[in-house]
């Protein structure tokens, strides 16, 4: 068989990359759009607060450069080391009451024969409640003479200070934003149990396995990975926490519910120190940005990853 000339495989190369790129040239103008949106309104911005942190931004004199100094000082901060003890216990309580509420309902409603649509429907209805309808919603719940604690009363407890006791103030923010949102990662989470072969559930059940048992070997594993996903996402959106707390407390009682994100928008909004609050967002940013390097890389070594 005769060898084909240079010229020859010249040119099915070029036809071959020609196709190749008709084939990926649709593509690659669709998603043009959605990642020029995407630098713009995420990248430039951030892009944009590391180079304002090394600045003294003022709106009459122009901009300074002043290096360090917006580190420095917010290091120094005697605010500082209250908003982070703040946001760390916010986070951890956020961990503790609501990570785990969505996958339990999820699993239930997964285990139901009937209503299921329902009662996804059911779940998710917190979610499409306006925030200014919560709020209002929960400090009518936490008034001194509302409804839970009257039903305290009713158990001959006393009165409790949801919102005005640094005790107990954390915890109300918490147990509302847990009430509003725990229905969107249900959902979540039924997409990934959607997503489990039937044939496993329906091969356990020939053998004989309870409810229990299958949640336990099969319904649990399947989801596994969904359970780092959200929990990262889980930190991510606590230690940026601070709309319920302006909404139902100010910060207060004494600075109980000042949370990291919080300080941040005083910095900005209230003292007019956008070079400090810059300086503020870059170190969350590689904060949460190592943190979330460490959980994806641990969860890489694990055995059953």
Do not use: C
Request: no cysteine; glycine share 10%; net charge positive.
């Amino acid at each position: 068989m005769a060898s084909q000339s240079p010229v020859a495989r010249k040119g099915e190369a070029g036809g071959r990359l020609s196709k190749s790129f008709r084939d990926y040239f649709w593509g690659v103008a669709f998603l043009v759009p959605a990642i020029a949106v995407f630098g713009l309104f995420l990248w430039t911005p951030i892009v944009k607060g590391v180079v304002y942190s090394f600045y003294s931004i003022d709106f009459v004199n122009g901009n300074h450069f002043i290096g360090w100094t917006n580190y420095v000082e917010a290091l120094a901060s005697s605010d500082l080391g209250i908003a982070v003890r703040n946001t760390l216990f916010y986070m951890f309580l956020g961990v503790l009451m609501g990570f785990w509420v969505p996958s339990v309902v999820a699993i239930a409603i997964s285990e139901l024969r009937r209503f299921q649509s329902g009662m996804r429907l059911i779940v998710y209805l917190p979610n499409i409640v306006p925030a200014v309808a919560l709020y209002a919603m929960w400090m009518w719940l936490y008034d001194p003479l509302g409804p839970l604690n009257q039903l305290l009363s009713w158990f001959g407890i006393d009165r409790v200070d949801w919102l005005t006791n640094k005790h107990w103030a954390t915890f109300s923010i918490v147990l509302a934003e847990t009430w509003q949102g725990f229905g969107a990662t249900a959902l979540i989470y039924l997409a990934g149990i959607v997503g489990i072969p039937k044939d496993l559930y329906e091969a356990a059940e020939i053998d004989g396995a309870g409810v229990f048992r299958r949640i336990r070997h099969i319904t649990l594993p399947g989801i596994r990975h969904l359970y780092l996903l959200l929990f990262i996402m889980q930190l991510i959106a606590t230690s940026q926490g601070f709309q319920t707390q302006v909404a139902l407390t100010g910060g207060g009682p004494n600075n109980a519910t000042l949370t990291y994100m919080y300080q941040i928008i005083n910095q900005a909004f209230t003292y007019m120190n956008y070079g400090r609050a810059s300086a503020m967002g870059v170190m969350m940013f590689v904060v949460l940005t190592v943190l979330s390097a460490v959980l994806y890389r641990l969860q890489g070594r694990s055995p059953q990853a």
